[in-house]
């Protein structure tokens, strides 16, 4: 099982490199957009990359299955064992405007979980990547969430921060918008930020690589039941996420219960 885990994340960091830098060629110049349901933008940039990633991933694994933003869902998946669970691009309207904070996802998930994940951010020339029990890295360094301290940079949405209570919010610097929510909950793994709300309706791709590794550093996701999100099934929108650790983790997995309640 190790042996094999192994294998799968050596051949996620290669195709995760490979595919950011193919997206890296479009960026910054004017790649080709349209638009999905009418409000969200996808590139040929994403297009050109989700397409190596199949190709590559299914020939190395054709036994797996194979969930992609950018690729029509195939129900034949909920057959597989293991499913490779991808996002070419996470957070493509900072992409097309020039931002750094982008990268490409791409997982391994089986029952629900993830079991090898991999983040690389070509832009800021970062590579995150875990596998369960054996901690989480960036750029081959061993990363790990922040210790407990009195200022608190969180990300979010404004009405959610507004949520926690008041003891809270006079220690809280809200951070501006991060465009990619991978690259979001990797900050808060390696300990650039202390949390992050996420707004209901994030899909699995864009989480599946990023939980892993933020679990490894020492934080947790967490939905408004107070567990793991899981990942590869039927169903795969989420509702409202919390990321963090410690005590200010508990009081926002406390907010997104009571909203959802």
Not at 55 to 66: D, E, H, V
Not at 108 to 137: I, Q
Not at 215 to 223: F, P, T, V
Not at 228 to 254: D, K, N, Q, V, Y
Request: proline share 5%; with cysteine; hydrophobic share 45%.
């Amino acid at each position: 099982m190790a042996r094999d885990l192994a294998e799968d994340l050596a051949l996620l960091r290669e195709v995760a490199r490979e595919a950011g830098a193919i997206a890296l060629a479009y960026f910054g110049k004017d790649p080709q957009v349209w638009l999905k349901g009418g409000t969200s933008p996808v590139s040929e940039a994403d297009y050109a990359a989700d397409a190596f990633l199949r190709r590559t991933l299914m020939a190395a694994r054709p036994g797996y299955g194979w969930l992609s933003e950018e690729t029509a869902d195939d129900p034949a998946r909920l057959a597989a064992r293991r499913t490779f669970v991808v996002d070419p691009i996470d957070g493509t309207r900072g992409f097309l405007q020039g931002a750094d904070t982008w990268c490409v996802s791409v997982a391994v998930v089986e029952n629900g979980r993830t079991l090898a994940g991999v983040l690389e951010c070509p832009v800021k020339r970062e590579t995150y990547w875990a596998l369960p029990g054996g901690g989480a890295f960036c750029n081959g360094h061993s990363i790990g969430v922040r210790a407990p301290s009195t200022a608190l940079e969180v990300a979010g949405p404004r009405p959610m921060l507004d949520l926690l209570p008041a003891r809270w919010q006079s220690r809280l610097h809200r951070v501006a918008y991060i465009p990619s929510l991978a690259c979001r909950l990797a900050m808060v793994a390696a300990g650039d930020l202390d949390a992050t709300f996420v707004k209901p309706d994030a899909h699995d791709w864009d989480i599946a690589a990023a939980e892993l590794i933020l679990a490894e550093a020492g934080g947790s996701l967490l939905d408004r039941r107070g567990r793991a999100p899981t990942f590869g099934g039927e169903i795969i929108r989420h509702g409202a996420l919390a990321a963090g650790s410690g005590e200010l983790l508990e009081a926002m997995a406390a907010v997104i219960a009571q909203a959802g309640s």
